[in-house]
Each structure stands twice: as structure tokens, then as C-alpha cells.
């Protein structure tokens, strides 16, 4: 039998599903696997271990691309844990913000007055956006522009959707 093990037996070792193992794969983060004769994949037994770093990684909020970064470094020979603390340093300080902000809101909460909005007055008028403190990467950047795009999206939609009031008193329903 050859050394290794399959991408079943690494799914079920280690609890992520073959598809993410591909994408993992796909993306550089897990080296190029082995085929048998019959073209199934085969991994190194030491595939576990970097997938325990990279499940907690993700669990710390690193982005895949960070991952990535992270591993090619230790592939080369180079000791990452510096960068891996600047990159941890990083995203406590944008969490600060973020907890700060989501605390001015509810510090801030009053009645809403009757105020429309698409979903919830008080974080629609308080913003909701967070201000990087840092110049992000470019990982960071990209996604909080498909964010904004995304939820501009969500916004149109559902102020299509929305009744207007005075429809509502004709109907009876105020």
C-alpha cells in the first residue's frame, strides 16, 4: 500500500469536507496532492497537522490569502510567527473598533421616532460602517468592497419592496 492518505480519510480526520480540502488545494495553502493509479488523491499523514493550524487560523479570522502567505513562508524555510503576531495585533485592534462602535450604538439607543429604514433605524443611523484604523490588505480591502456592494444591493431591493404609508392606512393595516 502506498504511504498517505486518501482525501476521504483526511476529511474524516480532520472534520472538513473534501471540497474544502480541493479548494485548500486550489488556493496553495495545501501542497499539491499525490495520485494513485487510479487518480484519486493522497495526501501526506503531516497534512493533519497543517490543517489544525489552518482550522484555527480561520478560527482567529485570518483570511485564506493570509493563510496562504503564512504557509509559503514556513515552506521556505522562514519562522512566520512574526508576521503571524502582526497580523493577530492587527485584527484585535480592528475588533476594539468594532466592539466600540457596536457599544456608541447601543449606548446611543432610543426610541426611533417613527424613523423609516430598511431594516433597523438605529444601526442604519448610526452607520454601521467601521473605519479601518490601519491600511488593510488587499484581501481586507476587496472584501469590504463586495461588502458595500452587496449590501447596497440588499438596500435597493428592499426599498422596492417596502409599503409606502399611505398605502398601508387605505388598507387598514397602520
Request: proline share 6%.
Amino acid at each position: 500500500m502506498e504511504p498517505g492518505l486518501l482525501i476521504g480519510d483526511v476529511a474524516a480526520r480532520s472534520g472538513l469536507t473534501r471540497k474544502a480540502l480541493r479548494l485548500y488545494e486550489a488556493r496553495g495553502i495545501l501542497p499539491p496532492a499525490t495520485r494513485t493509479p487510479s487518480g484519486y488523491r493522497r495526501y501526506p499523514a503531516d497534512v493533519l497537522g497543517l490543517l489544525a493550524f489552518i482550522g484555527q487560523a480561520r478560527r482567529l479570522g485570518l483570511t485564506l490569502a493570509e493563510i496562504r502567505h503564512i504557509v509559503t513562508l514556513r515552506r521556505a524555510g522562514a519562522a512566520p510567527c512574526a508576521h503571524v503576531r502582526a497580523l493577530l495585533q492587527q485584527k484585535a485592534t480592528d475588533l476594539e473598533g468594532m466592539l466600540a462602535e457596536v457599544r456608541r450604538i447601543l449606548d446611543s439607543w432610543r426610541a426611533t421616532n417613527g424613523r423609516l429604514a430598511a431594516v433597523c433605524p438605529h444601526i442604519e443611523g448610526k452607520g454601521g460602517e467601521v473605519t479601518w484604523r490601519s491600511k488593510p490588505s488587499r484581501s481586507v480591502r476587496r472584501a469590504s468592497t463586495a461588502r458595500k456592494s452587496s449590501s447596497t444591493a440588499t438596500k435597493s431591493v428592499s426599498a422596492k419592496m417596502r409599503t409606502p404609508p399611505f398605502s398601508r392606512r387605505r388598507n387598514g393595516t397602520s
